[in-house]
C-alpha cells in the first residue's frame, strides 16, 4: 500500500489548490481514504475523508463548503480541492486509507493504518 500527495505551494489567501494523493497496492472502491493536516505546534487533524465504496464524504465545519474530496477510479487518485484559503489553512497535508473499514466518518475520527508524506501548502500574501 502506497499513498503519494503532491500539489501543495505557496497561494495568496482567497485562493485555490488541488491536491492529488496517487493511491497504489490497492483498489479505490472499497476502503475509507481522506486527507489530514497537521500545522507547526498543532496537532494532526483530519480536513475530508470519502468513503470509496459508495462516496459518502465527511467534512469538518471548519472546511464545509470550501474543501472538496474527490476520486479518479481509473488513475488511482483522489483529490482535495481548496477553495477561499487563509493563512490558517497553512499545514502539511497528508493523504490516508484505512482498507479494512469503509466508512468516512469514521477514517476522520480514528487513527488511519495507511499513510503518505506529506505536501506543504502555505497560504500567504
Known amino acids: 500500500v502506497q499513498l503519494q500527495a503532491s500539489g501543495g505551494g505557496l497561494v495568496q489567501p482567497g485562493g485555490s489548490l488541488r491536491l492529488s494523493c496517487a493511491a497504489s497496492?490497492?483498489?479505490?472502491?472499497?476502503?475509507?481514504i481522506g486527507w489530514f493536516r497537521q500545522a507547526p505546534g498543532k496537532e494532526r487533524e483530519a480536513v475530508s475523508c470519502?468513503?470509496?465504496?459508495?462516496?459518502?464524504?465527511y467534512y469538518p465545519d471548519f472546511v464545509k463548503g470550501r474543501f472538496t474530496i474527490s476520486k479518479d477510479n481509473a488513475r488511482s487518485i483522489v483529490y482535495l480541492q481548496m477553495n477561499n484559503l487563509t493563512p490558517e489553512d497553512t499545514a502539511v497535508y497528508f493523504c490516508?486509507?484505512?482498507?479494512?473499514?469503509?466508512?468516512?466518518?469514521?477514517?476522520?475520527?480514528?487513527?488511519?493504518?495507511?499513510w503518505g508524506q506529506g505536501t506543504l501548502v502555505t497560504v500567504s500574501s
Open positions: 497496492g490497492f483498489t479505490l472502491n472499497r476502503p475509507a
Open positions: 490516508a486509507a484505512d482498507l479494512a473499514q469503509s466508512s468516512s466518518y469514521a477514517l476522520c475520527h480514528g487513527r488511519p493504518p495507511n
Open positions: 470519502l468513503s470509496t465504496n459508495n462516496d459518502i464524504t
